[in-house]
């Protein structure tokens, strides 16, 4: 017999062929909306009577490869009309497929049971979808629609308090997550620090948080992936939509460049707040703005190709003497190719540049950072049997980094022009992932991704004693900075460092019976890319910086178990997932660590570790006009920074310390309830343990000054945070036949007016001579109302 891991690989190698050796054909082709001919992610494309099936792609298309016969297929999708269509398959058939929407409520548009059987047997786990619908249904603050934090609400996912800029996934930080839209790199997610996110949702069509099991066409982050695809636009009609608020509006227009081939979108928002502060004499300025866009061309069967792309930015002036702005540009051409009714193919080529600006006329300087991102990639996902797929590509990405340049106002200012040094990074990579459904009961996907990242030659680089920019103090017990002994000459082609990583991904579904399955996964990842940041939440004056000569790749790995449930004919489904991960050449910085304008960052900083765990339930009520979920989490998030040697004493004398972001218990529900046509209520309650904080404990006099002594670093709380939101949506005249529709949308953001802690100060009091805590809370109660439409 052969040994096991040879029988393994004859299954991989040689079941694709085993399998066309039967007398198969294939049935494939795209899903659209009839209105609008947008194509249809996640489409369920069922087969009954044979208790099988797939789903639509990210552009729609989908495949299926059957002996021949005679089927029934139904093609579902939520809030769609079910097609039930006979097909006689006899030879390789192309299908497109139409829905229109269901004109029934949603406790009307019935799940089927094969589709609940369908869901449980996939091997792909800990990954959570989130429907535009849903998200505009839910309150949020100062009334405008928010993706990221709609996706707080879910189990794993917290963020680092009101007012930051963020997300954090199963304990890591913010810095860890590949956001993405139309696959283009967002490297900045927030407007407003935290008060909105940069994401339109009238321009948004589909969006998917992977939090483990993540596929090998994912890489470069350690935590999650945020995988956001914009809308493609009406090739049939044109049609406009948009909403006005108290704070902000949008508009989105959308139409046939030619009628059935190809379509236009263009969506805009901005604020408007500050046009206000005038009224209460008041010099200061903070609004946003962005863009959406998208062209999309249908050149023949085969052949779609598509230009996307997002400009935004945000400006925060105080008087004359304080100036900030920055934001997000992406661009993205792709050409999606149809080799075969089993072979499909998406090439991207994609640019991506976060800039930061700030100008302080009180000093008489211009500050400019940034980072900017060329990137080629080239997918495959290949139909090769029902029981078997595959997905394979490359990936090529070239980085600018551009830590800060400074320039003088004007020639009086006394500022000298200072430019720190560029960065240059290579990163490629290759992946294939395969799902293989092995029986009714099992099914697994496998793959791995070979990543490969190479620190280019920049104008110079600090020399060492002994490769080791920092310096322990064993006198003191502290870490000080080496002084450079010289400097790296490089030419822009050379080669600084180069590092390689395999990350294997390993995902097994075993169904238990046709309402239930266990499933488990296994994945290790790679990040290159460091935010420099020494605060709980990412700032735009955070600094991105490569792996190097002195700064090591993190690596994840991380495996997670779960158990997976319907009931009622998924009326009601229940999730329990369990996951451990640790992270190697986590980035921790020593005491009085300066990141701002530091050109040798070497210096402040240590390579540490972190590992993260925890229980996540979710429960779910899927239809009726009552929908909703409660989501609890209950995880640990730490990390610890060693000494070099036995000698030093690392951060935190060594020892594991709580994280910013561990959050001990997080529970969210989450409720919707349809009244009528014209009537609909939706309500939050959040409650989360309190941040991890320093505090001082104590004082001593040094020269008629008081200094405060703090404890261990992140071994106290901020006191516990919760609120509860509401909102009510109303629509005039749901039966209208008239082109233009309208709807109000009413909600009071933290209705019983919690002042949640976002941070606590502790200052001396200059009459008492006593240090004192001040509490500081971003927002209290929060009432809005906005008024959307569309014609």
């Given at each position: 017999m052969l040994p096991l891991f040879k029988r393994i690989i004859f299954v991989i190698l040689f079941c694709p062929f085993l399998f066309q050796a039967q007398e198969n054909f294939t049935l494939s082709g795209t899903i659209v909306d009839n209105q609008s001919n947008e194509t249809l992610i996640g489409v369920n494309v069922i087969l009954p009577t044979q208790q099988t099936g797939t789903v639509s792609n990210e552009y729609g298309f989908y495949s299926i490869t059957l002996p021949k016969g005679t089927y029934v297929i139904q093609i579902s999708y939520l809030g769609y009309k079910t097609i039930s269509e006979t097909i006689v398959l006899n030879d390789n058939l192309t299908k497109n497929f139409k829905l229109d929407e269901a004109a029934e409520s949603l406790d009307e548009v019935i799940v089927t049971e094969d589709i609940e059987k369908l869901n449980i047997k996939k091997p792909?786990?800990?990954?959570?979808?989130?429907?535009?619908?849903?998200?505009?249904?839910?309150?949020?603050?100062?009334?405008?629609?928010?993706?990221?934090?709609?996706?707080?609400?879910?189990?794993?996912?917290?963020?680092?308090?009101?007012?930051?800029?963020?997300?954090?996934?199963?304990?890591?930080?913010?810095?860890?997550?590949?956001?993405?839209?139309?696959?283009?790199?967002?490297?900045?997610?927030?407007?407003?620090?935290?008060?909105?996110?940069?994401?339109?949702?009238?321009?948004?069509?589909?969006?998917?948080?992977?939090?483990?099991?993540?596929?090998?066409?994912?890489?470069?982050?350690?935590?999650?992936?945020?995988?956001?695809?914009?809308?493609?636009?009406?090739?049939?009609?044109?049609?406009?939509?948009?909403?006005?608020?108290?704070?902000?509006?949008?508009?989105?227009?959308?139409?046939?460049?030619?009628?059935?081939?190809?379509?236009?979108?263009?969506?805009?928002?901005?604020?408007y707040a500050h046009l206000f502060l005038p009224l209460f004499d008041l010099d200061n300025v903070a609004y946003f703005y962005d863009l959406n866009t998208k062209l999309s061309y249908n050149i023949n069967e085969n052949n779609n190709i598509y230009l996307s792309g997002y400009f935004g930015r945000d400006v925060f002036k105080i008087s004359d003497s304080f100036e900030n702005s920055f934001g997000n540009s992406v661009l993205n051409f792709r050409w999606n190719h149809l080799y075969s009714n089993q072979l499909f193919s998406n090439l991207s080529l994609i640019y991506s540049d976060y800039y930061y600006g700030l100008k302080l006329s009180f000093v008489g300087f211009d500050w400019v950072s940034g980072i900017k991102n060329f990137n080629l990639k080239y997918d495959f996902k290949h139909y090769i049997s029902n029981n078997f797929k595959l997905e394979y590509g490359l990936n090529s990405m070239y980085y600018n980094f551009n830590p800060g340049d400074i320039n003088p106002i004007d020639d009086n200012s006394g500022i000298n022009p200072f430019k720190l040094i560029d960065k240059y990074a290579l990163e490629n990579a290759i992946y294939i992932d395969a799902e293989h459904k092995l029986s009714d009961k099992l099914s697994i996907s496998y793959g791995a991704r070979l990543s490969m990242f190479h620190r280019l030659g920049q104008d110079e680089l600090n020399r060492y004693d002994d490769n080791s920019p920092l310096i322990y103090n064993e006198s003191l017990g502290i870490y000080e900075k080496a002084e450079p002994n010289g400097t790296y000459i490089y030419d822009r082609s050379d080669i600084i460092e180069s590092f390689t990583n395999l990350e294997p991904r390993l995902a097994v579904a075993y169904q238990l019976n046709n309402k239930s399955s266990v499933k488990a996964s296994y994945n290790r990842m790679s990040q290159y890319l460091h935010l420099l940041s020494n605060t709980s939440s990412p700032t735009p004056l955070d600094v991105w910086a490569p792996s190097g000569k002195y700064i090591e790749p993190q690596l994840l790995d991380q495996i997670a178990i779960g158990y997976f449930k319907t009931f009622k004919n998924n009326t009601y489904s229940l999730e329990i997932e369990s996951f451990y991960k640790t992270i190697q050449n986590r980035i921790d910085y020593i005491d009085g660590a300066d990141l701002i304008a530091n050109n040798a960052i070497e210096q402040v900083i240590l390579n540490g570790e972190g590992r993260a765990y925890g229980l996540e339930v979710l429960l779910k009520k899927n239809e009726g006009k009552f929908t909703g979920w409660l989501a609890y989490t209950l995880s640990k998030s730490e990390q610890r920074t060693p000494g070099r040697t036995a000698n030093e004493s690392g951060i935190n004398n060594g020892q594991w310390y709580n994280t910013p972001y561990d959050k001990t218990h997080d529970i969210s529900i989450t409720g919707s309830y349809e009244l009528n046509k014209k009537w609909s209520f939706s309500s939050n309650l959040i409650f989360q343990t309190g941040q991890p904080t320093t505090f001082p404990n104590g004082q001593y006099q040094y020269n008629d000054i008081t200094i405060p002594n703090y404890e261990s670093r992140n071994s106290s709380r901020l006191p516990s945070y919760h609120r509860l939101d509401i909102a009510v949506n109303y629509n005039p005249k749901p039966d209208t036949t008239k082109k233009f529709k309208g709807e109000w949308v009413f909600g009071i953001y933290n209705i019983y007016n919690r002042k949640n802690a976002a941070s606590i100060s502790f200052s001396e009091n200059r009459n008492t001579g006593n240090n004192e805590a001040t509490r500081l809370a971003i927002f209290g109660i929060v009432p809005s109302f906005s008024y959307n439409f569309k014609f």
């Open positions: 792909q786990m800990s990954v959570n979808s989130l429907s535009i619908k849903t998200i505009k249904t839910m309150p949020v603050v100062l009334g405008e629609v928010d993706v990221i934090k709609s996706i707080t609400l879910l189990p794993g996912v917290t963020n680092a308090g009101e007012g930051s800029s963020g997300f954090n996934v199963r304990g890591g930080a913010a810095d860890q997550n590949l956001i993405l839209l139309d696959e283009a790199t967002i490297f900045n997610s927030s407007h407003l620090f935290g008060f909105f996110s940069v994401f339109n949702p009238d321009a948004i069509k589909d969006l998917k948080l992977y939090k483990g099991g993540i596929p090998a066409k994912y890489g470069g982050r350690v935590s999650s992936v945020l995988d956001i695809y914009q809308k493609e636009g009406n090739s049939k009609s044109f049609h406009m939509n948009g909403g006005i608020g108290l704070i902000s509006s949008r508009l989105l227009a959308e139409g046939p460049i030619k009628k059935n081939k190809g379509s236009f979108l263009i969506g805009g928002r901005s604020s």
